[in-house]
């Protein structure tokens, strides 16, 4: 489909250690369209960063990728070099991480960095280089943009440099981006700030957003569709109405069961929990990943690897050997 | 009526800045002018964004940083007079990362088992004893007591945190996010946890979040802090339902629940951000404020205390002509 | 209340979990080795030593070692100028090079250790002065500060132990200083204040057992430094005294003859390098060990 900005075919990230092979990511499928968001949510360990790092080939360098296809706009770019990797990331991929500071090198001004990503990129001058630097920095809610430019990243607040990345990330009209738990270490009304941001320029832009986080509230307001991953594999996945009023997987209806909700939670009532811990995923593991922590675990889950499974026709689909009749009869 | 377990009177905490060395210092007021009572059983949340003075409200509190000007007293005495020991056994901490609040170098029984031992208690085995209890109580397996913290999950480290903070039942825990650098799946077992151990134990919290819904769901009431100064304090039920001060509107409206249809709020709060080194004149939130009048800018609001609801803007102090909401 | 996560503990015993990780360390392994291979020859001289290190015999002077023609069994690395068995001096030499490189570095890193640690704890006008002594100390020149000590006191085996303890502690302060100033940062500190510790027993409890590791690479590092810089001084004629058979000394008398005899320096020269070396691979080794991030 030629509005198809990204698709992923069975990827896996294997990463050698000293007592194993760790099977971070197991033959997982993703694709996100033009004017798309998709949340990938996940708790710690779940693969979730190491799949956008994969996406971008920007992998440990131990670390073992294998797909079967990876098609960025319609082109495949699963065996491009390093060089035609960094020439399209920043260009063609955007990619927005969670600490500012660690992505915008302290020791150039903004402006620098911008005109800089501009001249490699684009081919511009300084002077449009710098005017569009500007122009963006405006679009993104920054005030006296020009004074900006010359400053260096340590002299804004988070918020603001999370601004100045989203420009940054712009610059080039990027077909896809992908911004890992953008807003997790910024405060609550500029975590808001920012995501309607991401949301209207995605809009303006029509560009594919892959969302990676571990915050539902966030997923349940940008999303357009989700993938909930654990333990490397993704465990359910659907629109985002899908996943939040029927969700089929034990896994994801366990968090859903976690998270206070004002206004419907009851105060002071516990809360729902997961008991137990993700599973080791050093060696080879056979059978669903949830078995010991889910209420509704059979022999018959241990056996064998789980496939996703949908209903005919829906476009949601979850890994459980408990059909959809039988999943909606249990709690 | 319940006992008043903290009683703050104008509580201020002035930091020197340093600019540079040919520029003179600064001050950095993190806290202003604050009033707290908690009472006994309740379960008070801070609430603030990054540079309102809770962190550092919650220190004063704790006994770990002296206020420039203002009383604390804890269980009718005051803090300064309190012997450390007295005060170790009356209030105790439990900290946001639990990678960090414990040493890496010691074993979980002797985390948990220190405070016994500072308090002068010197047999072993009365030591031992206790720990294995307070670990049972916080969920923690008997078999970690001679692990070490690295070995332990975030969840674990943190019911350890916990266990440490509970060994001398005190009377006042101060949890300062105790819960925001855990999984979600995570976060609901502590929380639970804490909510069960302030019943069993007749606690009294004070918890310091920035996740508003965890906040609704655990306390009793809620304090709102921006740059150093409280803006409103309430019941939960009430700040929730009809909140007052416009940067708690903003603040509750940027709470971001998992219902699908509600879309991102557009909280009107502009894009520039508060320097606690050189505030905004007048009433420090007044450049966000999304209902400023020409005075805010120009003295700062006087506070309004009716009904056990404390709020400190012009709207509701009667100077304003009109009354919004 | 349920006892949800389960964690899976070392089933193997302490011993057996150190000895997997110290075989795994070949640096350590052989820096110990040769540490303590020379600790050994310097507990054990009178019994290993051929000969009296100071006994003269002028009829055997200047005697090359075993591997040369003229070498015999009975003076192994041959004999010095004055005669006296290379072997036996070399010997007895590692005894001395190994009182000044510990003493000077037990007396330094008392002084800096103390100095870092209070100026990374109490910060302020502790860490004001701290930092401005150590700026002094820096700005001086040690090898001459030391050899004008000496050459005024006179020198002696007590004399420089004390000059280079008292001149080495800046490297100890520094890096005990940047490391407490780590720990502070961490809650187990705050926490230990809230429990009521007091400060002396924050800082033996909480501080000094995570700053320890820091410590154990600069206490190799510097007693490496003092054991060369003691041998610079010998070799300078201001720093142990003959007769007594300090490597650098050896050196120093051996200069003249260098090119006709240059087992006279080549082999005190390649003892020196060896121990500083193993003395500073051991050191790594034992911090990578005892770190706690490689615990399990």
Sequence with gaps: MSDRVLDVKNLSIDIPLAEGMLHAVDGIDIHVDKGETLCIVGESGCGKSLTSLAVMDLLPKKAIRRLERLDLAGASILDYSEQQMSDIRGSKMGMIFQEPMTSLNPAFTIGNQMVETLQRHRNMNRVAARDLAKRMLEKVGITAADQRLNQYPHQLSGGLRQRVMIAMTLLCEPELIIADEPTTALDVTIQAQILLLLQELQSEFDMGLILITHDLGVVARIATRVAVMYAGQIVEQGTVKQIFDNPMHPYTRGLMRCIPVPGKTKPGEP???IPGMVPSLVGKFTGCRFAERCDHVTDACRQSDIELRAESGETQSYRCIIDAKEMAKVA | MSAVMIDAKNVTRNFSISRG?????????????????????????????????????????????????????????????????????????????????????????????????????????????????????????????????????????????????????????????PTSALDVSVQSQILNLLTDLRKELNLT???????????????????????????????????????????TRALLESVLTPEPDLGIPDTQLGASYP????????????????????????TPPSSNNVNGRFVECHIYNGDSAENAD | MPITDEVKLADESKLDSLTKKIRGHQGMIIGSVIVFA????????????????????????????????????????????????????????ARIS???????????????????????????????????????????????????????????????????????????????????????????????????????????????????????????????????????????????????????????????????????????????????????????????????????
């Design chain 3, 38 to 93: 020379v600790i050994a020859i310097a507990l054990l001289a009178p019994l290993l030593a051929p000969h009296d290190p100071y006994e003269q015999d002028l009829m055997k002077r200047l005697l090359p070692p075993f591997w040369d023609s003229r070498g015999s069994w009975e003076h192994i690395f041959g004999t010095d100028h004055l005669g006296r068995d290379y072997l036996s001096r070399l010997i007895y030499g």
């Design chain 3, 98 to 296: 190994l009182l000044i490189g510990i003493g000077a570095a037990l007396i330094s890193g008392l002084i800096g250790t103390i100095m870092g640690v209070m100026a990374g704890y109490f910060g302020g006008r502790v860490d004001m002065v701290v930092t401005f002594l150590i700026t002094v100390r820096l700005s001086m020149p040690v090898v001459l500060v030391a050899l004008a000590v000496v050459a005024i006191v006179g020198g002696s085996l007590q004399v420089v132990i004390t000059v280079l303890g008292l001149l080495l502690w800046d490297r100890f302060a520094v890096v005990m200083r940047s490391s407490t100033l780590q720990i502070r940062s961490m809650d187990y500190v705050a926490a230990a204040q809230a429990v009521g510790c007091s400060v002396s027993r924050v800082l033996m409890t909480e501080v000094m057992p995570n700053v320890v590791n820091n410590l154990i690479v600069i206490t190799t590092i510097e007693i490496a430094h003092a054991i060369i810089l003691e041998a610079a001084l010998s070799f300078l004629g201001l720093g142990v005294q003959p007769p007594l058979p300090s490597w650098g000394l050896m050196v120093s008398e051996g200069k003249d003859m260098m090119l006709f005899e240059p087992w006279l320096i080549t082999i005190p020269g390649v003892a020196l390098f060896l121990l500083v070396l193993a003395i500073n691979l051991m050191g790594d080794g034992v911090r990578d060990i005892t770190a706690p991030e490689n615990r399990n």
């Design chain 2, 205 to 247: 919290y004070i918890i310091i979040s920035h996740n508003l819904a965890v906040v609704e769901h655990i306390a009793t009431r809620v304090a709102v802090m921006y740059l150093g100064r409280l803006v409103e304090e309430a019941e939960t039920s009430i700040l929730f339902n009809n909140p007052h001060h416009p940067y």
């Design chain 2, 275 to 298: 320097n606690p080194i050189d505030p905004p004149s007048g009433c420090a939130f007044h450049p966000r404020c999304a209902q400023v009048m020409p005075h805010c800018a120009m």
């Design chain 1, 271 to 273: 809360l729902g929990s």
């Design chain 2, 21 to 177: 060395m040919f520029r003179g210092k600064q001050i950095l007021r993190a806290v202003s002018g604050v009033d707290l009572t908690v009472k006994k059983g309740e379960v008070l949340a801070l609430v603030g964004e990054s540079g309102c003075g809770k962190t550092t409200l919650a220190k004063i509190i704790l006994g770990l940083l002296p206020q420039t000007t203002g009383s604390v007293d804890l269980c009718g005495q005051s803090i300064m007079d309190l012997p450390r020991l007295e005060l170790a056994r009356t209030i105790q901490p439990i900290f946001q990362d639990p990678y960090s609040s414990l040493n890496p170098r010691k074993t979980i029984g002797s985390i948990i088992g220190l405070p016994m031992r500072v308090q002068g208690v010197e047999d072993s085995v009365t030591i031992r004893r206790k720990v294995e209890k307070t670990m049972d109580l916080v969920g923690l397996a008997a078999r970690h007591y001679n692990a070490y913290p690295n070995q332990l999950s975030g969840g674990q480290r943190q019911r350890v945190a916990i266990a440490r903070a509970l060994v001398n039942r005190p009377q006042i825990v101060v949890c300062d996010e």
